[in-house]
């Protein structure tokens, strides 16, 4: 092969390599609506979460006691605590709003639990991963183990492939409905209406439905690992781990707002690794946890006027931010 000839081949497949990048990575699209956003911060600064003005506020810490597998993430507004699932070995962890582990809950019947979801005083919804199974336990204050086996519970074989099915759930009691993400293979969110009579253990008039953006390219994640409906402003926050985006969307789908959990962004010292739980807090904190065991918390500023209590949490000074590796 001549010089000639190898500099055109070295410079068509350096083309090809960055033609699959923007296309994988969905450069443009992701431009785009970073654009659009700036140009409707004004509208959504107080109406919706808008992420731009959250910065990081407990950052990669680990939680001692869980060495690996650590996924999902729900808050209990009842305890005020947070609550996450391990699938080796299989438990559900209680955390505390610092990212202590406060107990844990062994699991009994279950496969690969991947995500769950507060529903209301001591219910919960397990989603396990291989199968695609939603299960209604109860989680008290007495709590010592949950039996997955006879529970009330709800298939969705849809798009099995592989380990690619629930990876996230959240319930929204506004409306009532369950919504369930799905990895990839292809990326899909789910919402299920008439819920109340199975999580009740009664009869129920089930209703499934797919969510999607109003705009087809506005799901520029690679992958979805969570979700969480956030229920002042109505709006659904999405999480990628590949993409290392949390992404605000509008009731009607379109995207709101984003945060990148890249190094130097929001205050990060670092890049989120593996993000596999998401969910917010009464006072508009975000919580990120990252598989296997590092706990993130996110804060905004200013506070908005859809959060609950005007007053900073007792014991922390303003601006103190907690890294550990």
């Not at 939680?63 to 808050?75: K, M, P, V, Y």
């Not at 396990?128 to 039996?147: F, H, K, M, N």
């Amino acid at each position: 092969m001549t010089k000639k000839k190898r500099r055109i081949f070295c410079l068509t497949a350096l083309l090809a390599i960055l033609a699959f990048g923007i296309w994988h990575f969905k450069v443009v699209p992701f431009a785009y609506y970073w654009m659009t956003m700036k140009s409707h911060s004004a509208e959504w600064q107080e109406k919706g979460v808008w992420l731009p003005f959250y910065r990081v506020a407990v950052e990669a810490r680990p939680i001692e006691g869980i060495e690996r597998n650590a996924s999902g993430l729900t808050f209990n507004p009842a305890t005020g605590t947070l609550f996450s699932v391990t699938n080796a070995p299989q438990e559900v962890i209680e955390l505390d709003t610092e990212g202590r582990l406060l107990r844990r809950i062994p699991i009994h019947g279950g496969q690969d639990p991947e995500g769950i979801a507060h529903i209301d005083g001591d219910v919960f919804v397990i989603a396990d991963e291989p199968d695609q199974q939603l299960y209604r336990v109860i989680i008290g204050a007495g709590t010592d183990s949950i039996d997955l086996r006879g529970v009330p519970r709800l298939g969705l074989a849809i798009d099995l492939y592989k380990n690619r099915g629930f990876e996230g759930v959240s319930w929204d009691s506004t409306t009532q409905r369950l919504f369930v993400v799905k990895e990839k293979a292809p990326l899909r969110v789910f919402a299920i209406a008439g819920l109340p009579g199975l999580l009740k253990g009664s009869a129920f008039d089930l209703q499934i439905s797919e969510w999607t953006s109003s705009k087809a390219s506005a799901l520029f994640m690679t992958d979805l690992s969570s979700l969480t409906v956030h229920e002042p402003t109505g709006n659904m926050l999405l999480l990628s781990d590949e993409s290392a985006l949390i992404v605000e969307y509008a009731p009607d789908g379109s995207p709101v707002s984003m945060l990148p959990m890249w190094k130097g962004w929001h205050g990060l010292s670092s890049m989120v690794p593996q993000a596999e739980g998401l969910t917010t807090g009464p006072d508009g904190a975000i919580y990120v946890l990252s598989e296997p065991n590092l706990f993130y918390r996110f804060e905004r500023e200013p506070r908005p006027q859809w959060a609950e209590g005007s007053a900073r949490r007792v014991g922390r000074t303003s601006g103190e931010t907690h890294r550990s590796r």
